[in-house]
């Protein structure tokens, strides 16, 4: 699997998850066999007016190769937006037209993209001629069932010069409901000549081996299926490359996990904001173990990581 000069050994890739996919996330995912990943999405205007946030969403540590993803609706500032991004030595710069949240595809970026192919076309080529590293566009099957263009959307990015091509085989209308289409990524598939990456769904190795097989994709993207889940990535490689299924974690190798998990949280972003973004984790990390619900309404009221920490030490003693 090759996107321009980048050669991966594995083909399962971590998606870029507003909120979620930080770099503590990102580095952790990459220990567990994580090929590529991608920033959290940053706003072009933000980041070409010097926005202390959008800096610290670019900020790389280990987890190289790594692609910094930006969204916006002017091909201008998309390109002074890129620019910037190589300021955080990023080896692809990833152009988000699949964001379907309200505040990003009400104001012309992400997702509205699909509704305006000659300018999603404009951005990537400015884009791609502003910088000398690859360029990737992550779109969806469409706007909505009327109007399915991800074909157009994907020949157009090869087009205006992108090196590959991630699709979520979702319309925006859908949002994260019903199943992925692999026909639509395969359709992709069989129209563009660059890598094409299938999104959507893949949540172990199974649900790998299928969108390889229905959509004869060249890479996958995990979203939502990494989360409280990193060791997904090992499980799809190991399930891949060598037929052969990993067992799965136990209850203390989760909690192991989850702590180093929020540790590097507060490591770059300290103990406050780290034991507020440790709720959202936890709820994955204790997903389906007994008294899970109790255990997540108990993280909640958590200030402090010794806390987190204790309650850790006594799932892992009592449940293994």
Known sequence: MEIGNLKFNHIAFLAPMAGIADRAFRE??????????????????????????????????????????IFGDDPEIMAQAAVKCLD?????IDINMG??????????????????????????????DAVDIPV????????????????????LAEKAGAS??????????????????????????????IPVIGNGDVTDEQSAAIMLEKTNCDALMIGRGALGNPWVFAKINAYLDECRVLPDPTVTQKMAVMLRHIEKIIEYKGEYTAMREARHHAGYYTKGMHGGA???????????????????????????
């Open 99 to 128: 964001c379907p949240a309200p505040k990003v595809a009400m104001n012309g970026g992400g997702a509205s993209l699909m509704k305006h192919p000659a300018l999603a076309y404009d951005i990537t080529k400015a884009v791609v």
């Open 88 to 92: 955080y030595h990023p080896e692809i």
């Open 164 to 193: 590959a091509i991630s699709v979520h085989g979702r319309t925006r209308q859908q949002m994260y409901s019903g199943t992925v289409d692999f026909d639509i990524i395969k359709a992709v598939k069989d129209a563009v000549s």
């Open 28 to 69: 952790l995912c990459v220990q567990y066999g994580a090929a590529y990943t991608v920033t959290e999405m940053v706003s072009s205007k933000g980041l070409t007016m010097g926005d202390k946030k959008s800096g610290e969403l670019l900020t790389l540590g280990a987890e190289h190769p790594c692609g910094a993803q």
């Open 136 to 155: 990737t566009v992550k779109i969806r099957k469409g706007w909505d069932d009327d109007s399915i263009n991800a074909v157009e959307m994907a020949t």
């Open 294 to 320: 109790a255990l997540r309404r108990e993280i909640c009221t958590f200030e402090h990581f010794a806390q987190l920490e204790e309650l850790a030490f006594k799932i892992a003693k009592e449940q293994g």
